[in-house]
């Protein structure tokens, strides 16, 4: 415990490779990493620039002075300046040649999309695995028939894998988002304070070449093809909208997928893992209350309205650059990022352990089944030789007094209803043969094998996991 205020995702929820993808130590170690690069790729295009200094420069990456960074932006309000200064303490035979031709942007813009990039890479793989855990569930579930609903009331038959077909595919098309800001994410490089690369056109006296070359340079050696084709003296904002739009997107999927799980655990059909010793309540010890589930749905909130945050900078960002941006950035996108991931790793531990309640499931449907089986035994009356709207009338009939008595706590005796009827031309037995489940799940089974293999080759190199999470 601490007597400071720490944010509960990183205290509680998030995990240790995505803390430590936005810690200082990353952030300001890539900023280093960036002057070496720009360094580098200075003095291989001919700049007075010497491979003892770049090596004395890549000696130091990691062995920051945080004190003194802290105490020189204090005096110069700037925190940029103040690492480049800590910098050239440690390295004082490269300290004139730190940062030369740059502006601030270079470094913490090209951080931001490293690490960004980094984080939706790991992001990804998580989602991944919450695919394969559903894909192994909907395939064990795809024959299990179950009530189907719509508007939460009951309706025709369908399976419990054909439901977790449609959580995987709303994740499914997560997966395409993310891969899309993935692969929309360039690299900044280094363009000057408006953009123009006004200094290296001096620097490199006109050789526009060597500029190009210098950019494509630094941006190999982070992993980056391409730069954006024009800037202002930051990487377009819309980069940001597009992430967080996309992990917005997966708090969507997965609060619909945990929600759906809160309302079965409800009815008992099936529940989120539960731990041996787990409590459910401080005071009702027999509660079994879907926490995890729960939790998913709070922090999936959290996200998507943290999403708005990025939309709403990209459209004020005023001619060449405005620093109200800045503020907000540093704590949205991370605690976006954040935030994501623990919902991920929530829904990997639950997708993991679902609990299926066959026994239940198998009461619901026999108690509803005489009422979804209705059109089939109109048909079969009206083979027969019943009038049609005479059977119907009798349907409707019958089914309002059975579903009066079961308002009333009741058994369902809509079958004995019926037979009581001449009319309808029907025994009892003769109905019961009708009464097959697995009649009226239409092509649920085919559906999700045919989802399910559809999937498979993103999964290949997934393995379905349960997180550990802070409980």
């Known amino acids: 415990m601490t007597n400071r205020y720490e944010s509960p995702l990183s205290s509680r929820y998030a995990s240790e490779y995505m803390l430590g993808l936005f810690s200082s130590d990353t952030r300001y170690q890539t900023w280093r990493k960036l002057w070496v690069a720009l360094a580098k790729a200075e003095m291989s295009l001919g700049l007075p620039i010497t491979q003892a200094q770049v090596d004395e420069l890549s000696a130091h990456i990691t062995d920051i002075d945080y004190e003194c960074v ?52 790991y992001l990804r793989s998580e989602l991944l695995g919450v695919l394969a855990n559903l894909s192994e569930f909907a395939e064990k579930y795809k024959d299990m028939p179950t009530l189907g609903y719509t508007h939460y009331q009951p309706a025709q038959l369908v399976t419990v894998g054909k439901r977790a077909s449609l959580w995987m595919q709303d994740f499914l098309s997560d997966l395409k988002e993310i891969d899309f800001a993935i692969e929309n994410i360039k690299f900044l490089g280094c363009r000057g304070t408006t953009g123009t690369e ?71 059909q099936v529940e989120e893992p539960f731990e041996k010793n787990q409590i459910g309540s401080s005071a009702m010890a027999y509660k079994r209350n879907p926490m995890r589930s729960e939790r998913i749905c709070s ?104 579903t009066a008595k079961m308002k009333n706590g009741e058994e369902c005796d809509l ?40 999937v498979e080759p993103l999964l290949a190199n997934a393995d379905g996991k349960s997180a550990e999470i802070y409980l």
Request: proline share 3%; hydrophobic share 40%.
């Open 299 to 402: 922090l999936a909130r959290y996200l998507m309205a943290d999403a708005m945050n990025a939309p709403m900078t990209a459209s004020t960002q005023w001619l060449e650059r405005t620093l109200d941006d800045s503020a907000n950035r540093r704590i949205s996108l991370p605690e976006g990022f954040l935030c994501a991931d623990a919902i991920l790793r929530l829904a990997q531990n639950v997708t993991d352990g679902l609990h299926v309640n066959e026994k239940i499931i198998e009461k619901t449907v026999k108690e509803y089944l005489p009422f979804i089986a209705t059109e089939n035994l109109m048909m079969e009356a009206v083979k027969r030789g019943g009038d049609r709207q005479e059977i119907h009338e009798i349907i409707r009939r019958c089914s309002m007094e059975a």
């Open 415 to 454: 079958l004995a209803r019926l037979v009581a009827e001449k009319e309808f031309g029907l025994t009892e037995a003769e109905m019961t043969e009708l009464l097959n489940p697995a009649l009226y799940i239409g092509r649920c089974p085919e559906q999700v094998t045919a989802f399910v293999e559809k």
């Open 70 to 121: 802290r105490q020189r932006e204090k005096e110069v309000r700037h925190d940029v300046m103040a690492h480049v200064y800590a910098y050239g303490k440690v390295a004082p035979t490269a300290a004139g040649i730190i940062h030369l031709g740059a502006t601030s942007c270079y470094v913490t813009d090209n951080a931001d999309l490293v690490i960004f990039r980094d984080a939706l890479t």
């Open 198 to 268: 006004a200094s290296f056109v001096d620097l490199f006296e006109g050789n526009t070449e060597k500029i190009d070359e210098m950019n494509h340079m630094i941006a190999a050696d982070f992993g980056f093809d391409e730069c954006f084709d024009v800037a202002g003296q930051t990487y377009p904002r819309k980069v940001d909208s597009r992430i967080l739009n996309a992990l917005s997107s997966v708090a969507q999927s997965c609060y619909r997928m945990a929600n759906d799980i809160r309302l079965l655990q409800h009815d008992r």
